[in-house]
């Protein structure tokens, strides 16, 4: 039975086709198949469903057009691959776990060692494998990928006789050391693996084998692999492997954990990945790592991002990070977070420690924090944020738009524009939405809701959860005994209590 790669197609000429293989007895896999010495372009792989062509009652002749080994027919604006017998796709997957200890030859075909290790390096090129690490004697040789001939199961064999002996290189990630029984991050399925085996595409280019990283295995088949390495022939295992379900991350969806950051610079290693996430999935990973693992990603990270996901992580282990972490690095994470909430980690540490994280703060925020922190947790000024818009009594519609534009981070958690005389002592509250549809020389006054409703700083935080559900709340000012604005509670801190509780 032939295999079927199915692609969309826009015209022969067009080099990115999206494609999956399907294989007879071999479930569908998502790698790059070159097919330059045939249609002399790269095909771009990626996951899809079979394409059948004809067999329908109103199905259209297909055109079709053929390069050596391939058969293309596009039918609909996409395309079927149709490869012969002759070009076994199967047999250009390998995995590590069969490669480790192969036998490598040199040009006269003798026997110079096994292969130990392999190596991308990212700044080259980042999923083509580029150094192969032998065993020969007392030490190790190091290959180019372009110095091997042929490359598989039953052995390595080399085209070029000048060899060198192996140095560690930072630069290089190496499958065995680096990825094979590491902990890693699948960021597409928001979770933490641990890495069984490497699938690689071979490839032949400029008359020689090269290996891509597909996939990292993380299921039963890649176990199998492992414990039947050298007892059960591998061709065998790959027939057992077919009843198997695959289990397997994309290499592009991979996230490597390395705390030392000179060396994720020489590795390529980027969080993006992670920053895409939303911080409650990633606090759901963090909280699953180790303690150096924790502290590389928050190491490595933009203090916004950061602070996004440490707000998001259980309270003991908050602690545990800022504890972990540089005073410096700290301190920017925690000038991200409202304040509110940075004053509550800060008690949770001690003293000692506290204080250094306060002292490496913008002299603003730091002052904001300190303030906070001397309100009880458990009072409504613990959970108070400064991050409010305060306006006089007499201002009006266009005078808070002006300030909004100024400041629009504000805008992210504003519900109200709070209204205060000279004395800064509440006077009203302004509904955001009614400034939408109102003239800009209207008073905000004239747009105040009709009762004015906040909460004293040491009233318990068991009645400003009540005031929320009875007034159907969104944001709560809070004041002090003279009713001069201190700050404001969010139905978000609210929410985030009642979580805690």
Not at 8 to 22: D, K, M
Request: hydrophobic share 40%; proline share 4%; aromatic share 4%.
């Amino acid at each position: 039975m032939p295999a079927i790669v199915e692609c969309r197609f826009n015209g022969f000429g067009h080099t990115n086709l999206a494609l999956a293989i399907f294989v007879s007895g071999v479930r569908a896999r998502k790698y790059t198949l070159w097919a330059k010495e045939t249609l002399g372009r790269q095909l771009d792989g990626r996951a899809g469903r079979p394409f059948k062509v004809g067999g329908g009652a109103h199905s259209e002749k297909p055109e079709e057009k053929s390069a050596g080994n391939l058969s293309v027919l596009r039918k609909s604006g996409r395309a079927v691959v149709i490869l012969k017998e002759s070009m076994a796709i199967e047999e250009e997957v390998l995995y590590l776990t069969e490669l480790l200890r192969v036998k490598v030859y040199d040009l006269k075909g003798r026997d110079i060692g096994t292969l130990r290790d392999a190596a991308l390096v990212p700044l080259i090129d980042p999923v083509r494998l580029d150094r192969y690490l032998v065993g020969a004697g007392p030490g190790w040789l190091s290959i180019r990928y372009d110095q091997i001939e042929s490359i598989g199961p039953d052995g390595i064999r080399l085209k070029d006789e000048r060899l060198t002996p192996y140095h560690s290189d930072e630069y290089m990630l190496r499958m065995v050391r680096d990825l094979l029984d590491q902990q890693i991050i699948d960021a597409q399925g928001r979770k933490v693996v641990r890495v069984n085996d490497v699938t690689f595409l071979k490839q032949r280019e400029n008359g020689h084998d090269v290996l891509h990283i597909l996939e990292v295995d993380i299921g039963l088949r890649s176990m199998m692999r492992r414990v039947l390495r050298g007892i059960v022939p591998p061709a065998t295992v790959r027939t057992l492997q077919t009843h198997i379900h695959p289990h397997s991350i994309r290499w592009e969806f991979c996230n490597i954990l390395e705390a030392d950051p000179q060396r994720r610079v020489r590795l390529n290693i980027s969080n993006k990945l992670l920053e895409d996430m939303h911080p409650a999935d990633l606090a759901d990973i963090v909280e699953n790592l180790g303690h150096e693992d924790r502290q590389a990603i928050f190491n490595t990270m933009d203090s916004e991002t950061a602070a996004e996901l440490l707000s998001e992580v259980e309270p003991g282990i908050q602690t545990r990070i800022l504890e972990s972490l540089k005073a410096e690095k700290a301190a920017d994470i925690l000038e991200e977070m409202e304040p509110s909430e940075a004053a509550d980690l800060l008690n949770e540490l001690e003293h000692e420690r506290s204080e250094q994280i306060l002292d490496e703060m913008q002299p603003e925020e730091k002052e904001e924090v300190e303030e906070l922190r001397e309100f009880r947790e458990d009072t409504a000024g613990g959970l108070m944020d400064s991050g409010f818009l305060a306006l006089p009594e007499d201002a009006t519609v266009a005078q808070a738009m002006d300030e909004l534009k100024r400041d629009e981070e504000i805008l992210e958690d504003l519900h109200s524009i709070f209204l205060v005389d000279s004395d800064n002592k509440l006077r009203a509250i302004v509904p955001l939405a009614k400034l939408i549809f109102a003239a800009g020389d209207t008073p905000l006054k004239n747009l105040a809701s009709d009762s004015l409703v906040f909460v004293q700083a040491d009233e318990n935080q068991g009645r400003v959860a009540e005031m929320f559900d009875k007034y159907n709340l969104l944001s709560l000012p809070v004041v002090d005994a003279q009713q001069r604005l201190m700050g404001v509670i969010t139905v978000d801190d609210v929410v985030a209590l009642l979580r805690q509780g």
